[in-house]
């Protein structure tokens, strides 16, 4: 999918492969009745409502407690509104991540397991609420400093404060999306992890559809724009109109965004923002408030790799071991051959031999 996009301070679009989107507009937030619960299905047309009754009735065959528990209404409309309401194609992306969940149960991931290295360094982290009620998922990549964590251990983490913030989530209230604010303060070339980043983007893409609600990027550097050139063509144009590049200003010698004060309320924003919010992330604090988790076994080693490039890996094994079948096999032939050859040859030989004694 080609697609690319451009911003600038004072723009109020965001520009596509397929046309320009109003970055600016926000969709208002859901405001309900006290006591009144959401319902998914209010504004669908006859059209949606059906795949959606389609959708629900192919995965009546679910046994799994926690499968069932993942499979709410709202998750169904979130897969079917990824693949545009065709339900086989809504079925088995939700069915692989099923599968990706049972193997790898990213539910039951300890953060003073073995991503507790990774996990104090501060790079992700889940604090407060958007004005939308949305968990905000921050990211500091400045943060990522450690040279030795393997990729596997970084997505691992990643993964890890999704399920926090997808936790925090209030679908009753409508609430199924999160706020992402990535800071890109003192960011560098010692920062940049392009391969973590991408399979994180696809991770997301194939088994987190329609959770991210609106992405801020505060003080992109030079460098950022050579990774969102590699990365923004894979987005298609919803998911590029939830995202907004924010520049600081300095007030009284402090860092501010006045912007970002559109989409989060001062009391919940941070100071080193502009905020009031006096708070500074620590491991020990959050598992105070936030245990671990208490599991039989701990989640298995994570792959980075996503299913199709899996798959792409395993066929191209499949057709590598095939040739090398095919290519022995013809040597077999070629000596067989050879051997007939050489037999047929020497029998030749022996009636010449033979029939010249005879003489």
């Known amino acids: 999918m080609e697609s690319s996009a451009s911003t600038s301070d004072s723009a109020s679009t965001i520009t596509t492969g397929l046309g320009e989107v109003d970055i600016n507009q926000q969709s208002p937030p859901i405001i309900l009745a006290e006591g009144e619960i959401f319902d998914p299905l209010k504004n669908l047309n006859e059209k949606q409502l059906e795949a959606f009754k389609e959708i629900k009735s192919n995965f009546s065959d679910l046994t799994d407690p926690i499968d069932i528990a993942f499979c709410t209404d709202m998750c169904f409309l979130r897969y079917l509104r990824a693949r545009n309401y065709t339900v086989s194609k809504s079925e088995k992306m939700l069915r692989d991540t099923l599968e990706w969940r049972k193997k790898f149960r990213p539910q039951d991931i300890q953060l003073g397991g073995d991503i507790r290295e990774i996990g104090a360094a501060g790079c992700v982290y889940v604090n407060k609420r958007d004005k939308k009620g949305r968990p905000i998922i921050f990211a500091v990549p400045r943060n990522d400093t450690l040279k030795n964590v393997p990729g596997e251990?970084?997505?691992?983490?990643?993964?890890?404060?999704?399920?926090?913030?997808?936790?925090?989530?209030?679908?009753?209230?409508?609430?199924?999306?999160?706020?992402?604010?990535?800071?890109?303060?003192?960011?560098?070339?010692?920062?940049?992890?392009?391969?973590?980043?991408?399979?994180?983007?696809?991770?997301?893409?194939?088994?987190?559809?329609?959770r991210m609600g609106q992405?801020?990027?505060?003080?992109?550097?030079?460098?950022?724009?050579?990774?969102?050139?590699?990365i923004s063509p894979f987005l298609n144009e919803v998911t590029l109109s939830?995202?907004?590049?924010?520049?600081?200003?300095?007030?009284?010698?402090?860092?501010?965004?006045?912007?970002?004060?559109?989409?989060?309320?001062?009391?919940?924003?941070?100071?080193?923002?502009?905020?009031?919010?006096?708070?500074?992330?620590?491991?020990?604090?959050?598992?105070?408030?936030?245990?671990?988790?208490?599991?039989?076994?701990?989640?298995?080693?994570?792959?980075?790799?996503?299913?199709?490039?899996?798959?792409?890996?395993?066929?191209?094994?499949?057709?590598?071991?095939?040739?090398?079948?095919?290519?022995?096999?013809?040597?077999?032939?070629?000596?067989?051959?050879?051997?007939?050859k050489k037999e047929k040859k020497e029998a030749s030989a022996k009636q010449q031999e033979n029939a010249d004694e005879v003489d």
């Open 153 to 210: 251990l970084k997505f691992k983490n990643l993964v890890y404060w999704l399920e926090q913030g997808f936790s925090r989530m209030d679908e009753p209230k409508g609430i199924e999306q999160f706020c992402f604010i990535v800071d890109y303060k003192d960011f560098g070339s010692s920062n940049m992890d392009m391969k973590t980043n991408l399979e994180a983007m696809h991770f997301l893409l194939d088994h987190c559809p329609e």
């Open 215 to 230: 992405s801020l990027f505060l003080d992109p550097p030079a460098l950022f724009w050579f990774a969102w050139k590699i």
């Open 242 to 340: 939830k995202v907004r590049f924010l520049n600081s200003k300095k007030v009284d010698g402090k860092r501010t965004f006045p912007e970002l004060l559109e989409y989060v309320d001062i009391e919940n924003l941070e100071q080193n923002l502009g905020g009031n919010l006096d708070y500074n992330y620590n491991i020990e604090n959050y598992l105070k408030e936030n245990p671990d988790p208490v599991v039989d076994t701990p989640p298995i080693t994570f792959s980075t790799e996503t299913d199709a490039k899996k798959q792409k890996k395993e066929k191209k094994k499949e057709e590598k071991e095939k040739k090398k079948e095919e290519k022995e096999e013809k040597k077999k032939e070629k000596e067989e051959k050879k051997k007939l």
